[in-house]
């Protein structure tokens, strides 16, 4: 049954994200399918940047998304003669197969099937794991090595089997292919969480130190994947536009913070305040699960301080803080720790649905129709040029400095007030009378897989 729950819940909300619309590919995730097209139809890691002219012949990005997503380039240019065709499947069964994790980890927490739940469909539709299912970044992809990692690692404290070493590792190696900062920001923090839970683990020495090498393992891998990888196209390792990059960690850190969890433009709480009561809950998650809790705090404040100095500290041209999606499956495991106390419930009900209907504004009014509007007008005003797109650097820079702090020009504000004026995706004109229908079969399909929690239940309960 529980294999089939599973299957259930990745069903719901992989097919909610695909209905969602198709994939938006974005600068990043272009050059990244480029790099898979190029190895598919010509064998070749060259490319052409299609937007900038700038980032070529060679992509300034790691490896790892273009690995991802290569199969379904292959797979679509032979069998649909379109090499784009099946990449947007990738980012919806990325998110949904999270969403899965985040509810198998809850569970293996000791929470309830019920609660677990309520938890992983909060993440799937009350945060900005929806926005980002349709979008090719790869966060989604960390997210999901995350997740992935630190559930391994609590089946291998239980269960001390080295094969969940292995995946552990795996998933933190495949982070550090998304990103060549998540060596510091995802394998470093997972590692030491790994040694932790070796050394606790009964036996040998011999023994730990022969888990704490197939623990490290495919981390070591992805290191020297993404060192050749640089030394291929750069000549050395970490070279490349970032390298060079003038700009740099150069945003004072108490702005950075600030922007990334509190500015009105992409705080990490303003677009999921859910994660409010993460903050309350701290002290509950942290008496029952003190290394969890260490580990996602650390987590936190390692990216939280990484990304604020940099100078593009919001992520560039996105919706939220793109930086810090990742985390959010994670920051959401001590919300199942709250007490049951009527005030929570309230504040939990009340800010969950206000994540929702944000959620749910990012889809009708999705932020390339704003950013395709208002940017070009901002261009215009602060003399750049007549209504065009700025370049990365100082243009985009002062463009992002009203974007994320000026209520007049911020995102949500004018999405609502797009709304209010009938302003929508297109793609929403010819289903808008579906869309109640659609909206209560999903409410009809959550309310038998709260039935079949509860049932999971029993057993725990007796």
Known sequence: MRAGFSLLLFSVTASVYLLSGKTFFGYDGEIAYRVSESLVLRHSLQIMDPIYHVNQPYSPYAIGLSLVILPLVAVGAALLHDPRALVTLLEPTITAATVVMLNLLLVELGCSWKRSLLISFCYAFGTLAWYYSGVLFTEPVTALCLVGAVLSLRYYQRRGRWHWLLMAGGAAGVAVLMRWDSALLVAAPIGLYGLVAIIRRPGRMMQRALDLAILGAPMVAAVAVNLAYDLFRFHQALGGPYNADPLGFSTPL?????????????????????????????????????????????????????????????????????????????????????????????????????GLMIQVLGQVVPYGLYYGTVVPQLMTQLGYCQGCLPFPGPQSQAVNAITDFDLTYVPLVVQVRYLLNGVVAPAWGPISLLVPFLFAAIGVVMLRMRRIAARLDIPLAA
């Open 254 to 354: 108490p702005k950075g913070l600030f922007g990334l969890w509190l500015s009105p433009g992409v705080g990490l709480f303003v677009y999921t305040p859910i994660l409010l009561m993460s903050v309350v809950a701290w002290r509950w998650f942290y008496r029952r699960w003190p290394s969890e809790a260490a580990l996602i705090l650390v987590l936190f404040l390692l990216r939280s301080v990484f990304y604020g100095r940099y100078w593009a500290w919001e992520g560039g041209a996105t919706w939220g803080p793109r930086h810090l999606v990742p985390l959010i499956p994670l920051l959401l495991v001590p919300v199942a720790f709250l007490p049951r106390k009527k005030w929570v419930e309230v504040a939990v009900i009340a800010l969950g649905a206000v």
